[in-house]
T-cell receptor, first 113, second 113 residues
Framework: DGGITQSPKYLFRKEGQNVTLSCEQN?????MYWYRQDPGQGLRLIYY???????QKGDIAEGYSVSREKKESFPLTVTSAQKNPTAFYLC????????????FGQGTRLTVV | GESVGLHLPTLSVQEGDNSIINCAYS??????FIWYKQESGKGPQFIID?????DKRQGQRVTVLLNKTVKHLSLQIAATQPGDSAVYFC????????????FGAGTRLFVKA
């Protein structure tokens, strides 16, 4: 079945550590996105990529990094520079275009301990 | 700044009644709007979309209305069922040189049996 897979579902990180969240899709979508969701808030865009080997910063990119070496994969690294990393992280993919819906993964809940 | 906001954070309806979820947006350049449904612990899923050149679109049990004059979007759910309980987000796609989706804060819908 086609879809978008995030792993792990739950992740715990010690303060000062970097951690990488995985996102893989087999929908053959060119565009991929990372969002952060805090309780009681909407989704805020961290990074997005329209094509392999290219990506752009979203609204809250500070403290995060990404890579897009393969069409299917768009990993997100939460660095120690991110001051408040505890959140629910959602990855999505879509066909590039203004009239295009996003397909979301099931999310990764990151907690700093 | 750019924002897509919702008038009510929570909405409680009786099973079988109709639900109306409202959304205000601020970006006049938005061309495409989407409603997503997010169940607890999961990623958002597409419900229905509407282009800016339309004022109404109907799906199965759902209708989206767009009023560009007052920058208002609404989602109507007919004969609300317990399975409709979720958080609903409106979102707008904008073209800023790269396509970006802006999400609102969300409305949590409770369906009472």
């Amino acid at each position: 079945d086609g879809g978008i897979t995030q792993s792990p579902k739950y992740l715990f990180r010690k303060e000062g550590q970097n951690v990488t969240l995985s996102c893989e899709q087999n929908l053959n979508h060119d565009a991929m996105y990372w969002y952060r969701q805090d309780p009681g808030q909407g989704l805020r865009l961290i990074y997005y990529s329209q094509i392999v080997n290219d990506f752009q910063k979203g609204d809250i990119a500070e403290g995060y990094s990404v890579s897009r070496e393969k069409k299917e994969s768009f990993p997100l690294t939460v660095t120690s520079a991110q001051k408040n990393p505890t959140a629910f992280y959602l990855c999505a993919s879509s066909i590039p275009g203004i009239r295009s819906e996003a397909f979301f993964g099931q999310g990764t809940r990151l907690t700093v301990v | 700044g750019e924002s897509v906001g919702l008038h009510l954070p929570t909405l409680s309806v009786q099973e079988g009644d109709n639900s109306i979820i409202n959304c205000a947006y601020s970006n006049s350049a938005s061309d495409y709007f989407i409603w997503y449904k997010q169940e607890s612990g999961k990623g958002p899923q597409f419900i229905i979309d509407i282009r800016s050149n339309m004022d109404k679109r109907q799906g199965q049990r759902v209708t989206v209305l767009l009023n560009k004059t007052v920058k208002h979007l609404s989602l109507q759910i007919a004969a609300t069922q317990p399975g409709d309980s979720a958080v609903y987000f409106c979102a707008e796609n904008i073209d800023t040189g790269g396509f970006k989706t802006i999400f609102g804060a969300g409305t949590r819908l409770f369906v009472k049996a």
